[in-house]
């Protein structure tokens, strides 16, 4: 029967496979793809888990496919493409899309497109349960370098289909939605670069965020998944993976512990203890990293050190710790944004200690910084304008300068993360704050 089959083509999946072939499996097994792209968007532990292999084999494969197919456009002269997508939603589904007003769709898995809109029409038919609805999408090239995307034909068993597969995170803005004669409904839209610099885009986490804080480079899936977890306020499944993870070597440890203090930091208000558990998983992972002579990682760990003393109110200690880091920072090239964080969160401490001149001068320097070197829509801008507007609104008097940086803060998280991310919560709670304020 089908299961029977299903667990087969999995079995071979995991023992039997060859990663140079991930794409053709890709597009061979129907089934295969919805499961991956289901645990992607629903950030399922244990699909993310048993699948950490291939997913990881596909992004390389589909990266490294992109930079030929880019550079075969460049020759060709054809840096605008025009793909379909055709799609069965729900009723209810369809008149959401439809109807919500957001200008931005995010896809949270791979993404299939074809260049051949016959095709894509073939996809896109209604019936009494769904709606027909048919995405038309430009892609200028040249306007979203970092976007993966590729031309999969010839490595396709449909190679007919002519179809162009992007990557993690795709990010699009909506043009128009129009309803064609036969009652499909069209979609128009461009592929925009916000959300490409997240988090939440695994190829940047093969290639650099995780390695990050390793000196190897074999760095186990199951950190990458774990990050991106953490990065999507998902930090209860991230510790459940990682509870999974048996490291090896010292360097795969002191990620492990490093991992595993970032995800209790950032659940610090759900999770009892969660500040000493921190604490204890950073001391480990620093006495390894100084053991590896690691620089870069002793610099993560002194600055994880500080936001969780800043949350724990421990203000000197505080201080103490993001100036360590920062002065680490400074010897390691690359590291502006990191940088940055440090004189974010020392502000956050004068701020606390009400010293607001010291606070103001460190929120817009790093401001200034984050426009200069990130792209409008990098999340770092927006934590940028939500210190500010709750460094007007605690200094209590300019909440109209509060309310204008809230407000472009949860305009631009809106954009960046799903809708119940721990961000966008507590920018709302501020933002309500801000409005009483005024009110009175």
């Known amino acids: 029967d089908d299961y029977e089959t299903d667990q087969k083509y999995l079995n071979y999946l995991e023992n039997q496979y060859q990663p140079k072939y991930a794409i053709r499996e890709y597009t061979k097994c129907n089934f295969l793809h919805k499961l991956i792209n289901h645990a992607i968007r629903t950030g399922d532990v244990e699909e993310l888990y048993h699948f950490r292999y291939y997913v990881a084999h596909l992004c390389t494969n589909l990266a490294k496919l992109s930079e030929r197919f880019r550079s075969k456009q460049q020759r060709l002269g054809k840096t605008v493409l025009t793909l379909y997508r055709g799609q069965q939603l729900s009723r209810e589904e369809g008149e959401r899309l439809r109807t919500s007003g957001n200008k931005y769709i995010a896809m949270r898995g791979f993404l299939s497109t074809t260049l051949d809109r016959r095709v ?177 990682g002793q610099a993560h760990t002194f600055r994880r050190y500080a936001d969780a003393q800043v949350l724990n109110e421990m203000y000197d200690e505080a201080i103490h710790s993001y100036q360590r880091a920062k002065q680490l920072y400074k010897e390691i090239p690359g590291q502006k944004e990191n940088i940055a964080s440090c004189c974010n969160g020392l502000a956050d401490v004068y701020l606390a200690k009400r010293k607001y001149t010291k606070a103001y001068i460190y929120y817009s320097k790093v401001l200034t910084w984050r426009q200069a070197y990130l792209s409008d829509e990098h999340p770092a801008i927006a934590r940028s304008y939500y210190s500010l507007g709750r460094y007007y609104h605690l200094k209590g008097n300019n909440n109209e300068n509060a309310l204008r940086f809230v407000t472009k803060a949860l305009e631009l998280k809106k954009k960046i993360y799903p809708p119940s991310h721990p961000s966008i919560q507590c920018n709302e709670r501020l933002l309500k704050e801000i409005q009483a304020a005024l009110a009175r």
Not at 158 to 172: Q, R, V
Not at 202 to 210: D, F, K, V
Not at 216 to 238: C, D, H, Q, W, Y
Request: glycine share 2%; charged share 25%; hydrophobic share 40%.
């Open 120 to 296: 894509a029409e073939d996809f896109a038919e209604s019936s009494p349960e769904n709606l027909a609805v048919l995405f038309e999408i430009t892609v200028h090239l040249d306007q979203v370098p970092s976007m993966i995307l590729a031309d999969i034909s010839k490595y396709s068993v449909n190679s007919h289909e002519k179809e162009i597969l992007f990557g993690l995170n795709a990010t699009f803005e909506v043009d128009e939605q129009v309803q064609s004669d036969c009652g499909r409904w069209i979609i128009r839209m461009h592929a925009t670069n916000c959300e490409q610099e997240i988090v939440i885009d695994y190829i940047r986490y093969l290639q650099s965020e995780t390695s990050n804080v390793s000196s190897s480079s074999s760095i186990p899936i199951n950190f990458i998944l774990a990050r991106f977890l953490v990065e999507m306020g998902e930090t209860v499944k991230a510790v459940k993976l990682l509870e999974k993870t048996i490291p090896t070597t010292d360097d795969e440890r002191a990620n492990l512990y490093f991992i595993w203090a970032d995800a209790k930091i950032s659940s610090y208000h759900l999770v009892e203890h969660a500040f000493d558990e921190a604490i204890r998983l950073l001391k480990k992972s620093e006495e390894l990293f100084i053991s590896l002579d690691n620089k870069l």
